[in-house]
């Protein structure tokens, strides 16, 4: 069993709709939570970020972390074409000091579409 | 914010020769590098973790005598593929941790290398 699993899509849905990706996990941990946006031959870039459970909320962009179940989400509202991306998500361990431990475990990201 | 300066973004090389890749931390000084590697619609695969002054920790079977890295300032990484093989044409990326708990981790643009 993978660390990390992340249903790789494709997800294809129309402009506006919201969109939920989610993964899930199984390293107890597992500590700070984050989402990446990466465009086509680009470098991930950050999202969102969460540390242990709870939501978090950035514009469009809302991220659920459930340690309970194992499971993160992030939920984009209104979708753009613009959204249309491979989304990844990456989990940390914590170090005694509370600071993100160092080596992030990726999901194998889920391809966007979001179409006009 | 945080930014993370890869280069080259695209390198062709023959087969046999080696291949300089560098990471930049533009604005902050970055205790921790990591360098991953990713296939097509794959997610991004560790292949070592370095930290200023130190030799690189590998992940297991990332041939280390191969895939050389140097973390040799607070500012800057390289990775070096010796002895490229087309089995090694990939996309490269960089990613960079600051002292103070970047829990983003500011990833690089990438390299994408084609060994022929």
Known sequence: QKEVEQDPGPLSVPEGAIVSLNCTYSNSAFQYFMWYRQ???KGPELLMY????????????TAQVDKSSKYISLFIRDSQPSDSATYLCAMSSTNAGGTSYGKLTFGQGTILTVHP | GAVVSQHPSRVICKSGTSVKIECRSLDFQATTMFWYRQFPKKSLMLM???NEGSKATYEQGVEKDKFL????SLTLSTLTVTSAHPEDSSFYICSARGAGGNYGYTFGSGTRLTVV
């Open chain 1, 39 to 41: 465009y086509s031959r």
């Open chain 2, 48 to 50: 070592a973790t370095s």
């Open chain 2, 69 to 72: 890295i140097n973390h040799a």
């Open chain 1, 50 to 61: 969460t540390y242990s459970s709870g939501n978090k909320e950035d514009g469009r962009f």
